[in-house]
């Protein structure tokens, strides 16, 4: 795992107060060198670490990091290292809340809930430096002291002085087993790998399902997934196939995806430099997500002729760019694009940019999908229903999410869930298919509805949808399952933890 390499992979050197890594004669003093602190020269705490705080407060705020990251760096000036620094601190100080609270707490002797909000959000930054970006503990302090006396003033900085010079005493493992002491299973992961317990729990519940039965192999599993989770995923491209190739992503920079045969992966740079990706003929796209567009594009037709395919749910447009781009591999195929917000439908347009300028069959429209089955119903030979979720399988991406849901959350989704898988079944031909997708691996989400909703039918049936995925070398994807369905895993494929199940309209005993 990334994050943890970050903490192991340097035997031998240190790390400066901005968590460079250093070798150990570069260290302040190992020639008879005196260093002058940072936090001696100047009183107000250094552009990156501030960048973490506002971005923090943003996010407190309802922001989204990866929207507001990018421009706080900007109005910071920040580049290269200092970036990447305040990126890490950033996404790990939010990310690993969780555990940095219930230390903060042990620390202050009080609950979090009695420390100014934004206090605590200088005390967790401190926390990520000291328990997660290995920053000299004397630094992380010093600086972030400095940062709380700039945003928090003068008295709060005493405060958050005296907080991590208290978090410095023990290591990261030490204050696990503090702070996890006599909690269950369940919550003791929830504490160490920074996840509310009602998701420790739904995944848990979701491992099993998805067919782990033996107890200690699904603890060995959740821990792996709950490690997945807090690791930065790698930048995954799409070439949109027609408009761009692989072997163009690879020549700038990329290297190609062992999964996905229309993937690559870029290991370090901004994918935006990439012409491909700024005209929108390739972008950056989860590799699970390119294997269930995939999927529905490759899955057999049982008519012959023109055929229209339509994503039911498509904002911001990702998946629908990969399937009118695969629309054009087969003949006479019109591709509608359906997504009820308007400013989505926006986004649709722009993603598919290049598709419709290349000429491809593409219409984009504003509606309820919950609507379409009846006002246009067995018209489409493939659906993408791509639902609305709580993305639980996609964590690692949004270091916030995981705050930001409830259990509430399951069960209003779930219902929307189930009248859009129901109008996409009513708008589909006879013959033709379903997909339904969820970037969350919760058993209500994922198998519970596609159940409700085909119990109540005589005219679906679930086929096997593992065929379908196939590697870039054309082979059928490991590790599948027992079942009909695919449930992709961060810490089994390295892909988002995407649900795809493939139901079949078969004609319908009456008609
Ligand atoms: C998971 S996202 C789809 C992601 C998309 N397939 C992609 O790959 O970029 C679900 C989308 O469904 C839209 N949505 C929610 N309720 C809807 C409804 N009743 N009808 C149509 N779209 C809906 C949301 O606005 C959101 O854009």
Redesign the pocket.
Known sequence: MRGHRMNSDHPGGYRDDRGRQRPESRRAGAKNRTATRPADRRRGGDPARKVAWEVSRAVADGAYANLELPRALRSADLHGRDAAFATELTYGAIRMRGLYDAIIEFAAGRPVGQIDPPVLDSLRIGAHQILGMRVPPHAAASETVALAREVNGTGASGFVNAVLRRVTERTREEWIREVTAGRSTDEALAVEHSHPTWIVRALRGALRADGISDDADLDVALVSLLEADNAAPAVSLVARPGLATVQELVDAGAEPSKLSPVGAVLPSGDPAEIAAVRQTRAAV?DEG?QLV?LALAAAPRRAEGPQDWL????????????LAALSTEQPDTTVFV????EH?TEL?RR?LRAAIDAGIEVMIGT????D?GAEEPDTYERV?V????T?LGALRRRPEARWRRSPGDVTDLTA?QA??LRSALDATVDGGVVAY???SPHVAETTAVVHEVVHGRQDVVVEDARPLFRDAAGEQLQQLGDHPTVQLWPHVHGTDAMFFALLRKSASPES
């Open positions: 796209q997500s567009a994503d039911l749910c498509a904002g911001p447009g990702g998946k629908a760019a990969l359906n997504e009820i917000s989505r649709v993603t509606g309820d999908g919950r379409l993408l791509d639902a609305p979720c993305g929307i009248e859009l997708v969820t970037c």
